[in-house]
């Protein structure tokens, strides 16, 4: 079924569509050379901030699989 207001998508790439690899060129974003590079010592201001966040990420990953 289809709606007969629906707004046309438009083609794309669009004039405005900017590739990933000329946005990271942009950003002067750099390819992950190791695991290392993502750790971010501090984060969490304590342990139960940590706890907190991963009992809600754990929960929201349950609710998407029901």
């Known amino acids: ?3 007969s207001n629906a707004q ?3 083609e794309w790439p669009t ?3 900017v590739p990933a690899e000329e946005l990271a ?3 002067g974003v750099q390819p992950v050379a190791s695991v290392d590079d993502l750790a971010r ?3 969490f201001e304590s342990d ?3 706890d ?3 009992t809600d990420l754990y929960a929201s990953r349950r609710a998407g699989a029901a």
């Open 15 to 17: 004039t405005d569509h």
């Open 41 to 43: 010592p501090g984060l």
């Open 48 to 50: 139960e901030e940590l």
């Open 25 to 27: 060129r942009r950003q």
């Open 8 to 10: 046309q998508m438009p």
């Open 52 to 54: 907190e966040f991963l």
């Open 1 to 3: 079924m289809t709606s």
